[in-house]
């Protein structure tokens, strides 16, 4: 469901811009939802260190199969991202060519980088399913943190004071917002643990929500100069999507916290509700991934 969500969050932006998205656009949309889910699961770890309610060994099987779907779209993302950069179809694309974007090309030095560290996640995931470890979420989350980071650091904004560090900020609580939910959807199966997880969540979503509107209102004043620019440009329009996106689940998120929270924390909600609501939220919150991708991309 989330994943077909933030594939209409790319028919969205296709529909609203006027210069064509690129294919990719739809790849990029389900890394970025995929790697927010793995920072998520990292998370969920350290949330969940002490308690006897979670399922560790389920969250590691969750964590092997994000980071495995989050470097299949990242090795396609590099492939597609050589093939523009020679401009030719990605099927008449050479190895040369390739390999000379993977060492000589920013983005390329980028792409492999994301890819060594979503697979690096595979393999300690995989195995720590495999041989019954104990690891620390940490060695999660701080990896794939910079991996989600680094490209949209390289942007834009990256020209201007404090940008990189504005759009590190964005991307790390829209990522946290969606993926932490996300993670606990699939992981959390017993009434109890939400009790326990939820309002610590929810917590945590807030103050997610308020990086995100104060980051994404400064790099969208900077980037299109003019009010003139939310209708008269594709840039613009994506913003004005994205927006209203953000707003609705702003309000989903306060009419949560005045229901399902304080429910939750009476024991009196079925964990297959909070597993329905949780996911319900987070494909709303992928459409808003999905459009942020193409924004990614539009000049």
């Not at 920072?39 to 949330?47: C, D, F, N, S, Y």
């Not at 946290?176 to 939400?194: D, E, H, K, Y």
């Not at 989903?252 to 079925?270: F, K, L, N, P, Y």
Request: proline share 2%.
């Amino acid at each position: 469901m989330v994943v077909p969500a933030a594939l209409g969050g790319v028919l969205l932006a296709w529909v609203l811009a006027v210069d064509p998205v690129l294919v990719d656009t739809g790849i990029r949309s389900v890394a970025d939802v995929a790697g927010a889910v793995l920072l998520g699961i990292g998370l969920l770890t350290l949330l969940a260190q002490h308690s006897r309610h979670v399922d560790t060994s389920r969250v590691w099987r969750v964590a092997a199969v994000t980071a495995g779907c989050w470097a299949v779209c990242e090795a396609a993302l590099l492939v597609f991202g050589a093939a523009r950069s020679g401009a030719v179809p990605a099927t008449d694309m050479s190895l040369a060519m390739f390999a000379d974007y993977l060492q000589n090309i920013a983005g390329g030095r980028i792409g492999t980088a994301v890819v060594v560290v979503s697979v690096a996640m595979t393999i300690l995931a995989t195995t720590t399913v495999r041989l019954d470890l104990d690891v620390s979420g940490i060695v999660v989350v701080v990896p794939t943190s910079i991996a989600l980071i680094v490209r949209p650091m390289t942007g834009h904004m990256s020209q201007q004071p404090a940008g990189a560090l504005l759009v590190a900020l964005h991307v790390l609580a829209a990522s946290i917002w969606l993926g932490l939910l996300l993670a606990m959807a699939v992981a959390l199966r017993t009434r109890t643990a939400w009790a326990e997880l939820l309002p610590r969540y929810s917590t945590i979503a807030l103050w997610c929500v308020v990086v995100v509107t104060i980051t994404g209102a400064v790099d969208a004043a900077v980037r299109l100069g003019s009010l003139d620019a939310l209708t008269g440009t594709d840039y613009g329009r994506l913003v004005l999507a994205k927006t209203a996106l953000v707003v609705l689940l702003v309000a989903a998120g306060g009419w949560q916290r005045r229901t399902w929270v304080r429910e939750i924390g009476s024991h009196r909600t079925d964990a297959a509700v909070s597993i329905r609501r949780a996911v319900t939220e987070t494909a709303a919150m992928a459409v808003a991934f999905g459009v942020a991708a193409a924004l990614a991309t539009t000049a």
